[in-house]
């Protein structure tokens, strides 16, 4: 590959976690201060980057390459708000072929297209399907893909199950020059002991919190109208917890080696918040800090 | 700790299937899997065998599944492939196999050989990645797959035959006297009023498979036969009888004696059979006498090869012919269990002389241990040659691979086996009398 532009950078977390909005409403967030941004969605269900578009169709490029021998940039590439060049990988068909090997394909036709080195884009977003379910969808950070690795999860316990197992393929994969973490988003914050359960386990784990994005009526809102916040309200309160997300990416470039839970230790962590949110709910009163 | 294997001897599972099949006549293979897969078969074995089976070689029906296929299933391709097989080749039987990568992409074979079933064409498959094991295991493979799939493809059973007798664990090609030896063994089964049903080789076909499960008896030759042998007791309650090793000389005789017994068949008949080829092989053994002491055929000897032949020969050339057994190598990685009781029978080949049994497909590694040993003669494969010349001693490849010898119906087993082992190991020992 040659010299990368640009910032690569790749979002994962479980399934319906609200990774593609918070990814997409970052993307818009940092073309609205000027930047050039590509937004890679690697996900089967290829809807990453629906919201930065409008929801006009977009032909995925594995879906392109089983078409067409030839695929050009154009053919697989739709520029959204703000410039946004989105593209979405595809994959095949629900129980049939190898959607990991098809991110792979995806992104080494980017790489064959040159398509960064063209665009000169300053930040590259990968969004990527949830848990890291095989080799294939760890493509976006093994060596010379993305530089960073942001990991979306709400206080669920799958949630955080699926951001454990990511920060075990970056432990993998960083040492030999592999994407480090960026830290954690902590998305749909709403029950009262979200932010304290997801702050405690980022510290179990060595890593940051970058911030919280409250649950809000607005990215439901926005969604339905095929938008972005930043786009649809850009004024609301909301937008502003994107643009924030969006600073920190721009102007931040920590990174660290997770320390991943193993399976004990990860089921003794949920037990204790088990019992700290038993008795939150219930109403037992002691000392809790953070709560 | 992890280590390299130098020359392994054993290819994988997809190629075992694949002799397996190539051997039994009209039977097509229909590879799928990526380009490569059956080439690779070719240039490892049929290249070092004794040549290419009809439907085997560079031609041979595959799939040659690309990215696209990986990504987005390969099945639809697979469908394709087997149309256009069906209509460049008869055959009276398309066996499917899977190779590494539509093995892991989980493409539904089962259902694409449905569909050639329903339009009547007779379709069976096997799962044979290679990474499900080596040459060894395809063929259990294979042939767990015909026993399993054939009775449904047709309705017309062919005419039961009577004391038929399958014979299982000789993998075509890994041993390259598969066919002589076979030949051999169904000789001696017709001596004793017995029908062999050979399975493979010249004659061999689809029919012959059909007729599996009506055998009376499944004997096993090798530790790979036993599986199919297994399913076939657990569904048709068929017994099966294990002799480990090839039986060689005497070692055929007992083989004989114990289906008598096994079967009650007409034990003084077995008796005048068995005697009549012993004293045919007493004859041939003392008019090598002269020549036996004169040339020093009594030597320490090194043996390397698959478990069924180390056993087998092993005990003919100490037993019968009182040469000591030095190196004994055995390269077919058995299971652990399969170990045990090859070592037993491998320790009491002489008594109060402790030969050495390694397990190895290493061929570095075999060929350090071949020399360390010092045997005065080396039998094995074309890869042992060379630690034989380290030696200086006389050698004769009797294992797979061959690179210097053409085998086509040659066989070690049974007493005729004998005649021509003794052949070529005396002309071996020969051209190369003084140590």
Redesign the interface.
């Known amino acids: 590959m040659s010299e990368k532009q640009g910032k690569h950078i790749a979002i994962y977390g479980k399934g319906g976690i609200g990774k593609s909005t918070t990814t997409s409403n970052i993307s818009a967030a940092l073309a609205e201060a000027g930047y050039r941004v590509i937004q890679v969605g690697c996900d089967p269900k290829s809807d990453s980057t629906t919201i930065l578009r409008g929801g006009n169709d977009l032909p995925t490029v594995?879906d392109t390459?089983?078409e067409q021998s030839k695929v050009r940039l154009e053919d697989i590439s739709a520029v959204g708000f703000g410039g946004v060049l989105c593209i979405e990988a595809g994959?095949?068909?629900p129980g049939?072929?190898?959607?990991g090997?098809?991110i792979n394909?995806a992104v080494e036709l980017l790489q064959d297209l040159k398509v960064f080195e063209e665009y000169k884009p300053d930040f590259v977003l990968y969004d990527v399907l949830g848990d890291v379910v095989c080799g294939g969808f760890a493509v976006p950070i093994r060596d010379g893909i993305a530089d960073r690795a942001f990991v979306v999860t709400s206080s669920d316990f799958m949630a955080v199950f699926a951001a454990n197992n990511l920060f075990k393929a970056i432990n993998k994969y960083a040492p030999s020059g592999g994407a480090r973490l960026g830290g954690v988003i902590a998305n749909s914050i709403q029950a009262s002991y979200s932010k304290a359960l997801i702050h405690d386990f980022a510290e179990e784990s060595g890593v940051p919190v970058i911030g919280y994005v409250p649950r809000s009526i607005t990215v439901a809102q926005s969604e339905l109208y095929g938008k972005t916040v930043i786009e649809a309200l850009p004024e609301s309160e909301q937008a502003e917890v994107y643009r924030k997300l969006a600073r920190y990416i721009d102007e931040n470039n920590d990174s660290v080696i997770p320390k991943p839970l193993n399976g004990p230790e990860l089921k003794k962590w949920a037990r204790k918040w088990g019992d700290r949110i038993f008795e939150v709910e219930t109403g037992v009163v002691q000392k809790m800090e953070a709560i | 700790m992890s280590y390299h294997i130098d020359g392994s001897r054993n290819s994988c599972a997809l190629h075992g299937a694949l002799q397996l099949i190539e051997a039994i006549e009209g039977a097509v293979p229909v590879i799928h899997s990526n380009a490569g897969c059956g080439l690779q078969h070719y240039l490892g074995v049929n290249r070092l065998g004794p040549g290419t089976d009809p439907y085997g070689g560079p031609p041979v029906s595959s799939s040659n599944i690309t990215?696209?296929?990986?990504?987005?299933?390969?099945?639809s391709r697979l469908r394709e492939q087997l149309k256009n097989t069906v209509k460049v080749v008869e055959g009276e039987l398309y066996f499917i196999v899977s190779g590494c990568s539509t093995e892991?992409?989980?493409?539904?074979i089962p259902a694409m050989t449905k569909e050639g079933l329903d339009q009547s064409f007779p379709v069976v498959y096997a799962n044979t990645p290679g990474f499900r094991g080596a040459v060894h295991q395809g063929y259990e493979l294979a042939a767990k797959a015909l026993i399993e799939q054939l009775p449904s493809l047709s309705k017309d059973k062919p005419e039961q035959a009577e004391n038929l007798v399958n014979i299982w664990g000789i993998i075509p090609h890994q041993d390259p006297f598969w066919a002589g030896n076979l030949e051999e063994l169904g000789r001696l089964l017709e001596g004793i009023g017995l029908r062999p049903n050979l399975l493979v080789g010249y004659g061999h076909g689809p029919e012959d498979w059909r007729c599996v499960p009506d055998a009376v008896l499944n004997i096993v030759v090798s530790v790979w036969g036993e599986a199919p042998a297994r399913l076939l007791e657990e569904r048709y309650g068929t017994p099966f009888l294990v002799v480990e090793g090839l039986p060689v000389g005497p070692a055929a005789g007992r083989l004989l004696r114990a289906v008598t017994d096994l079967l009650g068949l007409d034990a003084s008949r077995t008796e005048r059979f068995v005697e009549a080829e012993e004293k045919r092989l007493d004859r041939q053994l003392s008019g090598l006498a002269d020549t036996f002491y004169r040339a020093g055929f009594q030597r320490e000897f090194a043996l390397v090869g698959e478990s069924s032949q180390v056993v087998g020969l092993g005990e003919f050339l100490t037993r019968s012919l009182g040469l000591l057994p030095r190196t004994l190598i055995v390269t077919d990685n058995p299971t652990d269990e399969a170990r045990s009781v090859i070592k037993e029978r491998l320790a009491a080949l002489v008594e109060d002389w402790d030969a050495e049994v390694f397990f190895s497909e290493d061929h570095a590694e075999i060929s350090d241990l071949v020399v360390s040993g010092g045997a005065t003669l080396v039998l094995g494969s074309a890869l042992e040659g060379k630690a034989a010349e380290t030696l200086g001693v006389p050698f004769l490849p009797v294992s797979f691979p061959l690179a210097d010898r053409v085998v086509i119906d040659r066989g070690y087993a049974g007493y005729r086996g004998v005649a021509a082992l003794l052949e070529d190991l005396g002309s071996a020992i020969l051209a190369r009398p003084h140590q």
């Open positions: 594995l390459l089983r994959g095949p068909v049939v072929g190898c959607a090997r098809g394909a | 990215e696209k296929h990986v990504v987005f299933g390969g099945s892991m992409v989980g493409d539904d």
